[in-house]
């Protein structure tokens, strides 16, 4: 294949042969604990090279005076700007345009860029060692961080909604519940969630929860499920802390038609507070299908 | 009505559009108490018609791109519910009177109230964005939601920069500052955004949406100095806002600014002098002086050769937009636009 | 093809003009494809798309959302009815008595579908992958020791985590089944959290997993076969993770790379694997389905050990959708047909029937000029009448695809060449009607080479003269011949006796250890008596003796063609049942005939009916498939490198990051060549370029 680049301007026999530039790196960035840290790879720039389009500009067309700076010059002309003037006005217009254009893309690209969840950031509060947590877990809380940022920001600027009016925050909580199939649990009460299976199937479950102590359930699937296979490991406290049994007490009863799921939590008394958590599995083919996380408060 | 071959099918395609987007809107008007100091209201400046351009960009763009008006229909209204509400807003800011050939919101009900009514709309633009999760899934909603706080910003910033200048009266805005000004207060919500998010839904979140912000600036800067144009030269009952109104705003304007730069230090010193008086005080006369002036230093004709130059880097941005994509009503209804946004009266 | 797409993206705004070079009528080189009677696929192989092709997809999916075909008149409009999820595969198992058994299993859908755009794609660090191993050997255990009732967890360790390990490990063997399941459990903890000085802690923890679980496995009947290969995965998992313990790999900064010069096998074994496991359908299967014999010697498997677990890793935890993906019609149909359509939109010149014949090299390396492609020589193959367009596609039932033949009739020596049956995609074939050089700076800028590595020592002559990295290339990246066959039955396989779901089945004997069950496409093709059933056949053969030239080649055809009929009166039986006589034979009768109708005489139900089928022997140099052989993987020259500063390459050949033979590694290739010329596409949007 034989590649040749377009000029703008009109062709001219080209004495200059070009030659490509040097890439910032040729290899493959394969240590991912450096990745994970934060430090971008080697090379971060390079990317979006598209400026503005050349504008064919007259030769010697002012540049745009300064807001505030030489205003005396331009007192001095009261005639009619001529229509050469006016001609390099429009360029002058177009290409205060585009510079306007290239800034905004790139604030966007640099917004993007920050909100592309950064796995170290998310996890910083974490303490753990980088390349430590679990990808799925890290994706799912960056996923749940953009939802809260973005929860906070409409609670900032929107006002109280009128009695009576449906809650937008409300409609916020079931749009987190659709990216994370989470289902929240009071202390003495029920509540229930949605989980879609991946061929669109929906599959309800519901969560009760007996405990002393405010505790919060999170159930997470990652993939179509035969409920009738559904089993979960004892709950291993987070940090492996001696101190803390494992949590037991979590039993699965799915449905006869498999289309729902209870899950019971029941916590005794002396279960230490803290994060626990479980691998739900299918216990017919053995395969990992997802999580449960209780977090006990004191 | 629009001279030149853009008006039919541009107007065309605005009403298609307008009519389904419109009859999706209602939808989502609360039929509840508190009526009279609400939700009649809410109701008010969403049926007083409008071109209901911006979600006719928006369902043009997803169906050039290939994909369904149904998808993007939610996100179009939100967009509408979104400019009604900031509508309402404008007006109380910039104390105008008429909006669409009536009264202002709160020129009818007063300050307080057109500023809960304008509040309570955006709030309601918010829902549709959530029913997306239905037909989108959730992480294009979300991305249309990051789409949509920041155009949400970019507005507020905007107008913050306007308002600034007015507030400051500030002497030396220039044509930079002016554009700069537009892309973020007009071109976001009135162009970029319904685009952008158009060809994200078409695309399924996988398309790359800068050119279409260029596009979209130029369009929209096109769009708002013809705007002011015609709100000195319009035809009084087509124009929806009061004739003149700008200039007892005291807006920045490219006349005006072209009249600032243009000024003998005396007529500066009047000019800011008379800029300085709150709108309802500005005797008439200045504001006729005021219109000599611009039409002394051709304002008019330089801000029209500006706009010009705006509708043709539009031409050739849209061109850009739709490399590679197949031809469709819809595609030529967008590079129309580039010019009926001059043409129209 | 790739690099094309990147370099006429919209966003480049015509800064390159490309014109891609093409020997013979069609594009794709090993993915090429063909129509032949009743517009039957003839393929040059057995295509399969994995799950985890995340670049590969994407360019489809660009490209049929650009191709914007109209689904009312083309069958083959989307993405979506182009490619279909395959989640079944089966190895093949020999049995102590001899006899064959098919391992089918389905792998469940990962949500998320191949191909969505790069930056919502996460994947894993070497943690996160042994993390994720660790837990298939979790949940593979506890399914196996389903028998016994799972009690409550014994108290949890009453000390930290590397006490708790040694704990486990000094009251010794791991005796029962919660023991293990303890002792997982500490893995799994401490695969998370390890550092390099508690490797050796790890790894007696590993063993003794290891040791307690080959025990149960020593105590099973052999008729629990179920289980007894779980444990075989299992004790396949374990010396994975074993090895990458020891091996360093999660702190390794060349990743998967630092065991490249092991031997798959020979790596697992000497992380513990057993000899049961290393000559497990399992690991055989693998090596079938990158055809990893070196020489094409199935007594000789050879693979980059690195190259291996990087594709197990990606394979088995980063696949979206399904493990497999099939295509719903020839691959030159399904890929390169909508991707000629939108590049040619898009204003890429195509000129077919060009043979390049020579890079040329001009400047001087360290000279002010630099080293660079000078000139590239032609053999113009045939030109068009009046000098018009070549128009390469036909239409079969709606869809656009590429002939077996060139269209005859728009060549002016297009008569000639069909009467004598001319090859024009033969390296041997050296008819032309002009010959063409172009030259740099007048008729080109930059080239991008994308022959395959068998071709380069025929057309790069003066760079392997001068250069001994390419010269070591050459070397080290070696190729395979392939054979392949196809048959159209007139049965459906469940007839036939194969009771399992459609399936890819690999590990199966030679000399066509691959099957591939593609029924799917019979509606794709335009028999006026559809066939029941497709079978796809193929595997790797063994280098010939005699010299490469065409004489040996149509000795290879005919050899493909043996091993064929063997295979069919030998040993398909293993697999259908009911597709044999009663005296053992092959029920020719079931073959179809793709011009039935137009034949005078039928053709008999006899051996000889074969000839109606298709076959193909790939020893064209640039036909042959890539290997990655232990000690070669450095040898590879990436796309990015700036030896000959207006010269890049492309193809599965090349240091593409994924160095193997497949398509993602031929378009990430690509990919890179795209951004050694222009700067994009960025490296961070190749999915899976950095990774470990």
């Known amino acids: 294949m034989a590649t040749t680049t377009r000029d703008s301007e009109p062709k001219v026999v080209k004495a200059v042969r070009r030659k490509r530039t040097a890439p910032e790196r040729t290899a493959p960035e394969r240590n991912m604990t450096a990745m994970l840290r934060g430090k971008s790879p080697p090379g971060q720039t390079g990317s979006r090279r598209g400026g503005a389009p050349s504008m064919p500009v007259p030769p010697g067309a002012p540049a745009q005076p300064r807001p505030g700076a030489a205003n005396a010059a331009n007192a001095a002309n009261v005639a009619p700007p001529s229509p050469a003037a006016a001609e390099t006005a429009e360029h002058r217009a177009v290409r205060s345009g585009y510079e306007l254009c290239e800034a905004a893309i790139r604030r966007g690209q640099e917004a993007a860029k920050r909100f592309a969840p950064n796995l170290a950031d998310v996890t910083s509060t974490l303490k753990e060692a980088p390349g430590a947590k679990e990808a799925l877990g890290m994706a799912e809380g960056a996923l749940r961080v953009w939802a809260d940022l973005a929860t906070a920001w409409m609670r900032a600027v929107m006002p109280l909604a009128p009695a009576g009016f449906p809650d937008p925050l409300k409609a916020m909580e079931a749009l987190r519940e659709a990216l994370s199939g989470e289902a929240s649990g009071h202390a003495t009460g029920q509540a229930t969630g949605h989980a879609t299976a991946a061929r669109g199937q929906a599959i309800s479950f519901a969560v009760e929860v007996l405990s002393a102590r405010p505790a919060r359930v999170a159930f997470e699937l990652s993939r179509e499920v035969d409920v009738a296979a559904l089993a979960v490991q004892p709950l291993q406290s987070l940090d492996r802390d001696p101190a803390k049994p494992a949590l037991l007490g979590v039993e699965l009863h799915p449905s006869k038609d498999g289309r729902s799921v209870e899950i019971v939590v029941a916590i005794a008394g002396a279960q230490p507070p803290g994060r626990y958590l479980g691998a739900v599995y299918d216990k017919v083919s053995g395969t990992l299908v997802g999580g449960l996380t209780i977090d006990l408060k004191a | 009505m629009a001279r030149g071959n853009s008006g039919h099918i541009v107007t065309e395609v605005l009403a298609e559009y307008g009519a389904r987007a419109r009859s999706l809107l209602v939808t989502y008007l609360p039929d509840a108490e508190p009526r009279r100091y609400l939700y009649d209201l809410v109701a008010d400046y969403p049926s007083r018609g409008g071109r209901a351009m911006r979600p006719s960009l928006c369902l043009a763009t997803a169906r050039a791109f290939g994909g369904s008006a149904e998808r993007a229909l939610h996100t179009a209204v939100s967009i509408e519910l979104f400019h009604n509400a900031l509508l309402i807003h404008d007006d109380v800011e910039d104390e105008s009177q008429t909006r669409r050939g009536k009264p202002t919101m709160h020129a009818l009900h007063g300050v307080p109230v057109a500023v809960n009514v304008g509040d309570t709309l955006t709030l309601l633009s918010l829902r549709p964005l959530f029913d997306n999760v239905r037909t989108l899934g959730p992480r294009l909603t979300m991305r249309i939601v990051e789409e949509t706080e920041r155009m949400a910003r970019e507005s507020a910033e905007g107008q913050a920069l306007e308002l600034g200048w007015r507030m400051d009266n500030k002497p030396d805005v220039s044509e930079t500052d002016y554009l700069e000004m537009v892309l973020k207060k007009t071109c976001w919500l009135a162009c970029i955004h319904p685009m952008r998010t158009g060809a994200l839904i078409a695309t399924n979140g996988g398309h790359d949406v800068d050119p279409i912000l260029r596009y979209g600036f130029f369009l929209g800067a096109a769009f708002q100095i013809q705007d002011d144009l015609l709100n000195l030269i319009g035809d009084a009952k087509s124009y929806g806002k009061e004739l003149g109104g700008d200039l007892y705003e005291g807006k920045r304007t490219l006349m005006l600014i072209h009249v600032l730069q243009q000024a003998t230090p005396a007529e500066r010193e009047r000019l800011l002098r008379f800029l300085a008086i709150p709108r309802a005080e500005k005797p008439e006369s200045d504001v006729r002086w005021l219109r000599k002036r611009m039409d002394a230093y051709g304002a008019i004709e330089h801000a029209r050769s500006v706009a010009n130059a705006m509708s043709g880097a539009a031409t050739v941005e849209i061109a850009n937009v739709f490399r590679g994509v197949p031809a469709s009503r819809d595609r030529d209804f967008l590079e129309a636009l580039a010019t009926w946004v001059i043409e129209r009266t | 093809m790739a690099a094309a797409f990147e370099l006429t993206r919209p966003g480049l705004a015509d800064k390159y003009q490309v014109t891609v070079y093409q020997m013979g009528h069609r594009l794709g080189g090993k993915g090429a494809s063909g129509r032949g009677a009743s517009g039957r696929i003839e393929e040059h192989g057995l295509h399969l798309w994995l799950g985890f092709y995340e670049n590969a997809f994407r360019l489809m999916r660009e490209s049929y959302a650009e191709a914007a075909r109209d689904p009312r008149t083309c069958p083959m409009a989307t993405f979506e009815s182009a490619f279909v999820p395959d989640p079944n595969v089966a190895v093949a198992e020999r049995l102590r008595s001899g006899a064959w058994q098919p391992w089918v299993a389905t792998f469940p859908p990962a949500p998320g579908l191949p191909g969505e755009p790069a930056h919502t794609v996460k994947l894993f660090s070497v943690r996160e992958y042994l993390s994720r ?135 697992l074994q000497e992380n513990g694997a057993s000899e049961v496991s290393l000559d497990s359908a399992f690991v055989r299967g693998i090596y079938d389905l990158v055809f990893a014999y070196e020489d094409g010697d199935i007594e000789r498997p050879q693979l980059a050990a690195g190259v291996a677990l990087r594709g197990a890793m990606r394979m088995f935890f980063t696949y979206k959708g399904a493990l497999f993906w099939k295509m719903q019609a020839g691959m030159g149909d399904v890929v390169f047909a909508p991707l000629y359509e939108v590049l040619k939109r898009r204003g890429v010149r195509f000129e077919f029937f060009h043979k390049l014949t020579n890079v040329g090299l001009g400047g001087e390396r360290q000279g002010p000029d630099g080293r660079h492609v000078a000139s590239l020589d032609f053999d113009v193959q045939a030109v068009t009448k009046s000098k018009r367009e070549y128009q390469p596609l036909v239409d079969v039932s709606g869809v656009p695809a590429w002939p077996s033949a060139p269209l005859h009739a728009q060549l002016t020596t297009g008569e000639r060449l069909k009467r004598e049956a001319r090859d024009l995609e033969s390296p041997w074939e050296s008819e032309h009607v002009a010959k063409k050089t172009l030259r740099v700076t007048t008729d080109f800028d930059f080239v991008i080479l994308g022959v395959s590595i068998g071709a380069v020592p025929y057309v790069c002559k003066e760079i392997l003269a001068e250069d001994p990295r390419w010269r070591r290339m050459v070397h080290g990246v070696r190729s395979v011949n392939t054979q392949a066959f196809q048959l159209w039955m007139r049965e459906d396989m469940a007839a036939l006796g194969w009771a399992e779901p459609q399936t890819n089945l690999s590990g199966f004997v030679e000399p066509f250890d691959t099957w591939a069950d593609m029924s799917h496409l019979v509606r794709t093709e335009a028999w006026s008596r559809p066939p029941q059933s497709i079978a796809y056949f193929c595997s790797v053969l063994p280098d010939r003796k005699d010299p490469v030239d065409e004489v040996s080649a149509r000795a290879a055809h005919e050899e493909v063609r043996r091993n064929a009929v063997g295979f069919l009166k030998r040993d398909v039986v293993h697999l259908w049942p009911r597709a044999v006589t009663k005296e053992g034979d092959f029920r020719w009768d079931l073959l179809a005939d793709p011009e039935e109708g137009t034949r005078k005489t039928r053709k008999k139900a006899d051996e000889s009916r074969f000839a109606t089928q298709f076959w193909h022997a790939n020893v064209r140099p640039s036909d042959r498939y890539v290997l990655s052989l232990p000690g070669t993987i450095g040898d590879r020259i990436s796309p990015l490198d700036m030896t000959y500063d207006n010269l890049t390459i492309a193809g599965d050949w090349t240091a593409s990051g994924l160095c193997s033979g497949c398509v993602e590694s031929a378009v990430m290739s690509g990919m890179l060549a795209a951004h050694a010329i222009s700067g994009l596409p960025a490296l961070e949007d190749i999915v899976g370029y950095d990774h470990p």
């Open chain 3, 133 to 267: 191993a660790v837990r298939l050997v979790i949940s593979l255990v506890r399914s196996a020791g389903e028998g016994t009732a799972p009690e409550a967890d014994a108290a949890p360790p009453p000390e930290g985590l590397w006490q708790a390990i040694d704990r486990v490990l000094r009251y010794g063997a791991l005796a029962t089944a919660a023991a293990i399941r303890e002792a997982l459990d500490l893995l799994l903890a401490a695969v998370g959290t390890f550092v390099p000085r508690s490797e050796s802690l790890m790894v007696r923890l590993i063993d003794a997993i290891n040791e307690a679980t080959r025990k149960q496995l020593a105590t099973l009947v052999e008729a629990d076969r179920e289980l007894y290969r779980v444990y075989g995965v299992v004790d396949l998992v374990l010396a994975i993770v074993r090895g990458s313990v020891r091996f360093g790999l999660a702190f390794d900064p060349r990743g998967f790379d630092a065991i490249n010069d092991y031997d798959w096998r020979a790596w």
